[in-house]
């Protein structure tokens, strides 16, 4: 083995993939080689580092240095300057590493001050493509532990007392899911992974896929111990190449190590796991449908109960569980449940991931503890709207969720708050709209999207949601009566109570939240009979 | 639109297809890993593929028609030598997404969703690729073209139509 | 896998390649001037005993990088030992030999090699 004295980390995300990230390794690669450099420089392929506003990002250790919009031509004066002669490369620096001259390291970087990163812990840290990284930052030390000096019910308890709560939307509390799914009748169970991630806007299960692979299969692995099933599935979006290919690695790796298969660490656990496409349909993020898909049906979902728990997959108890949910369970488990609720919130320790989108100037991927306001997030780690504009609103939970305005910017983020506030934590989509964004164009554009995604099992979301889109074009094509708002809101609220499942039951909030802050803006619509923001095209689709 | 599918010249494809779904024959939940891999060897999914399917597996045409249509990644009708794909995820949207569709629409005279007649062209609005640093996004096959403005667009188009 | 040992084994060799991303700031830090002159004086064979050296001796808290011209040509290759809570000691007329004595006297067991700092060239 070498010791480098120098790691080239080159974020190997989607988004900077997007911008040639995979180009720029080349070329280091190759001059290194050529420099005679490549016994001391070692070049790594990550996961995402976060900002993706500032992509392709290039960070040098043992400095830290944090580059950003790296291209293919700066490549030979880091080399040069940086890794020959030890010089950083400031100009080429994030904006905020580099303070009246003064540089500062990537974890100095207000981006990363108020963060806290237990999901996103080895993002942007290990080379997701080997299983020897992720074990020299304690990777498997907590499945090693469970099966060597736990029984299945300590590893429950210890996960219900953590307080972790599901990190795809619901807030389920984790332990008692796993263990009602552990009491459950049946010879065969299974653990499921949902990584069909569709709200429009978040990416951090991909992320986690990507930067960490084996920190789910190490959970699933745990919770194939604790709930007494041997096979797993992960259900993974389709549109997710790169994330697939790294998990299919991870597991391949996993196997060869004899972290999955039989007698993992010599005990008589035996467990193994299997990859499922998604096929682009966003109904499938609701456990039921994913359910259906797996079973090669067309993914609708099913009533409940019976709950997963008891009849899930091939009608045997099944554990469900979200892709973040599971990268803080091995944590848990090594750290215990105490270190967990130390950070966060009361009722809702821990952190969360966000995707931070829309008019904001660090567009990426955050993690922070619960209990953070929404003004820390928008204006510290987001660092503000570009172009001097007012914030309007943030909208969470996306199209299931609501707008939250700037009254409510004090918030602490936490699930019950959300809520509160008529919005929800969601799967962690971020989206920030300032004064130029109609408000009713965007509560048209996530009904778009909800009558598109509607699997057309239940009447009142596959028609109900339809008529409600149709009102909503009716007013932003300037064709809208005062009638119309009084309609949509009642609407909303049957469509809300009636809905077989969440996709429409959460469908009206969108249109319900702005109505109930924005009233104006709609009233504005429907009395100038056109759309009061004029550069925004009329829309009819 | 009119798409034929040729038997003859599929026949090393629809060998290929058979030997496919002999290796998921015993998974249990085999109709999505076939239909994936079927799309990815045809570039679509004909009719006449679902009816090989259909008999191959057992499982009724019908049954293998509404899972094919229910799912937006699989396309009864060939794609394009070029797919564009239009992000509309809410970061994009709110950074001017719908725009970029409505040029590309106009330009090619192709609605989202469909396929140009000579083949060359396809359009799909597509749900968030996670680019939201680079919003809005357009992609044409591989190539990801980011924070892109409207009138940009007929000359990235030129590019690809000889 | 059949055991935790086994694992922790992995662990701790793996550790020594990623230890440089975490950290920083704690264990010793050794820096080469590493401008054109080291370079020529013969810094990169230098800077390299050292590297092998650290990773046969299992350091994986020490940190070996390098810097641009440390300013005294003439005693090039030179390289400078940060050890924490200590005064930052500067060797000069540096070999791959004389690397490794440094190594093994100073770094590992704590006693500076007085012989070969700047003060004793002086």
Same mark, same amino acid.
């Given at each position: 083995m070498n010791i480098y004295r120098s790691h080239v980390l080159i974020c190997g995300g989607t988004g900077c993939t997007s911008s040639k990230s995979d180009k720029l390794q080349e070329k280091f690669e190759k001059l290194?080689?050529?420099?005679?450099?490549?016994?001391?420089?070692?070049?790594?392929?990550?996961?995402?580092?976060?900002?993706?506003?500032?992509?392709?990002?290039?960070?040098?250790?043992?400095?830290?240095?944090?580059?950003?919009?790296?291209?293919?031509?700066?490549?030979?004066e880091i080399i040069e300057e940086h890794l020959l002669k030890g010089r950083i490369v400031k100009r080429l620096l994030f904006k905020d590493a580099i303070v009246e001259d003064i540089v500062k390291s990537v974890d100095e970087v207000d981006f990363y001050k108020k963060q806290k990163r237990i999901a996103l812990k080895n993002c942007g840290v290990i080379n997701p493509e080997d299983i020897d990284e992720y074990i020299a930052l304690d990777g498997y030390l907590a499945l090693g532990k469970a099966l060597t000096e736990m029984t299945p019910e300590e590893v429950i308890e210890t996960v219900k007392d953590s307080g972790l709560r599901g990190r795809g939307g619901g807030g389920f509390p984790t332990g008692l899911k796993w263990g009602f799914t552990a009491k459950a009748e049946g010879n065969q169970k299974y653990v499921l992974c949902n990584a069909d991630e569709g709200d429009p806007g978040a990416f951090m299960d991909r992320s986690i896929l990507e930067g960490d692979p084996h920190s789910v299969i190490e959970a699933m692995a745990l919770a194939g111990y604790a709930i007494g099933s041997n096979q797993g599935?992960?259900?993974?979006?389709?549109?997710?190449?790169?994330?697939?290919?790294?998990?299919?690695?991870?597991?391949?790796?996993?196997?060869?190590?004899g972290l999955l298969g039989k007698n993992i660490f010599g005990s008589d656990f035996d467990f193994d796991m299997e990859i499922r496409l998604g096929a682009g349909a966003f109904v499938c993020g609701e456990e039921t449908a994913l359910i259906a898909s797996i079973e090669g049906e067309r993914g609708m979902p099913r009533n409940k109960p019976p709950y997963p728990a008891n009849k899930g997959l091939w009608q045997k108890p099944t554990l469900i569980n979200n892709v973040e949910t599971y990268a803080n369970v091995a944590q848990i488990i090594l750290h215990?449940?105490?270190?967990?609720? %130390?950070? &966060?919130?009361?009722?809702?320790? =821990?952190? /969360?991931?966000? $995707?931070?989108?829309?008019?904001?100037?660090?567009? !990426?991927?955050?993690?922070?503890?619960?209990?953070?306001?929404?003004?820390?997030?928008?204006? %510290?780690? &987001?660092?503000?709207?570009?172009? =001097?504009? /007012?914030?309007? $609103?943030?909208?969470?939970?996306?199209?299931?969720? !609501?707008?939250?305005?700037?009254?409510?910017?004090?918030?602490?983020?936490?699930?019950?708050?959300?809520?509160?506030?008529?919005?929800?934590? =969601?799967?962690g989509g971020m989206i920030v709209m300032d004064e130029d964004d109609c408000m009713v164009d965007i509560a048209r554009f996530f009904l778009d999207f909800t009558v598109e995604e509607s699997c057309g099992k239940c009447p009142p979301c596959r028609i109900g949601t339809k008529r409600m889109l149709e009102?909503?074009?009716?007013?932003?094509?300037?064709?809208?009566?005062?009638?119309?708002?009084?309609?949509?809101?009642?609407?909303?609220?049957?469509?809300?109570?009636?809905?077989?499942?969440?996709l429409g039951q959460t469908a009206p909030n969108p249109v319900l939240s702005t109505l109930k802050h924005f009233r104006h803006e709609y009233e504005a619509h429907v009395n100038e009979k056109r759309c009061p923001f004029p550069h925004l095209r009329i829309n009819s689709i | 639109m009119g798409f034929k599918f040729d038997w003859e010249e599929n026949k090393e494809k629809i060998e290929t297809l058979k030997e496919v779904i002999e290796e998921n024959r015993s998974k249990k939940g085999s109709l999505m890993p076939v239909l994936h891999r079927a799309q990815k060897i045809f570039g679509y999914l004909p009719i006449e593929v679902q009816s090989i399917i259909s008999e191959e597996l057992n499982v009724p045409l019908a049954e293998i028609y509404g899972v094919a249509t229910f799912y937006s990644q699989f396309s009864l009708i060939p794609k394009g030598k070029y797919q564009i794909g239009v992000c509309l995820g809410t970061a994009c949207y709110v950074k001017g997404s719908q725009s970029l569709v409505d040029k590309v629409k106009k330009e090619l005279n192709l609605e989202v969703d469909g396929t140009t007649a000579d083949g060359k062209f396809s359009l799909q609005a597509t749900r968030c690729i996670g680019a939201c640093g680079l919003a809005p996004v357009m992609t044409v096959n591989e190539d990801v073209y980011g924070k892109l403005k409207s009138d940009e667009i007929p000359k990235i188009l030129k590019k690809y139509m000889d | 896998m059949k055991s935790l040992e086994e694992l922790k084994k992995i662990r701790e060799e793996s550790l020594k390649k990623i230890n440089l991303r975490k950290d920083r700031g704690e264990g010793t830090r050794i820096v080469v001037g590493m401008a054109t002159c080291g370079i020529s004086a013969g810094a990169r064979p230098v800077l390299m005993s050292l590297l092998e050296e650290a990773d046969k001796r299992n350091l994986g808290d020490v940190q070996v990088t390098q810097t641009g011209c440390?300013?005294?040509?003439?005693?090039?290759?030179?390289?400078?030992?940060?050890?924490?809570?200590?005064?930052?000691?500067?060797?000069?007329?540096?070999?791959?030999?004389?690397?490794?004595?440094v190594m093994a006297e100073h770094i590992v067991n704590g006693n500076v090699v007085t012989e070969y700092t700047i003060g004793a060239a002086e």
């Open positions: 290194l080689v050529e420099k005679e450099l490549d016994k001391e420089v070692k070049v790594v392929r990550t996961g995402c580092f976060g900002l993706c506003e500032a992509g392709p990002i290039i960070i040098v250790y043992p400095e830290g240095s944090f580059y950003s919009q790296v291209k293919i031509d700066d490549v030979e599935y992960v259900y993974i979006r389709a549109e997710y190449p790169i994330a697939v290919e790294r998990l299919q690695i991870a597991i391949n790796q996993a196997r060869e190590k215990g449940a105490d270190w967990f609720k %130390e950070m &966060g919130t009361e009722k809702s320790p =821990g952190t /969360k991931v966000f $995707a931070l989108g829309g008019k904001i100037n660090n567009t !990426g991927l955050i993690e922070i503890p619960m209990g953070t306001t929404l003004r820390e997030v928008i204006y %510290e780690v &987001g660092g503000g709207i570009p172009n =001097g504009k /007012k914030f309007k $609103a943030v909208q969470t939970g996306g199209p299931s969720g !609501g707008c939250i305005t700037s009254e409510s910017l004090d918030t602490p983020i936490d699930f019950d708050s959300l809520t509160s506030i008529g919005s929800m934590m =969601g799967s009102i909503l074009e009716k007013i932003t094509s300037g064709k809208g009566e005062p009638e119309d708002l009084d309609r949509l809101e009642r609407l909303a609220e049957n469509i809300k109570v009636s809905s077989l499942c969440g | - | 440390i300013g005294v040509c003439r005693l090039e290759p030179i390289f400078e030992v940060y050890k924490p809570g200590e005064e930052k000691v500067t060797y000069v007329n540096m070999t791959p030999e004389k690397a490794r004595k």
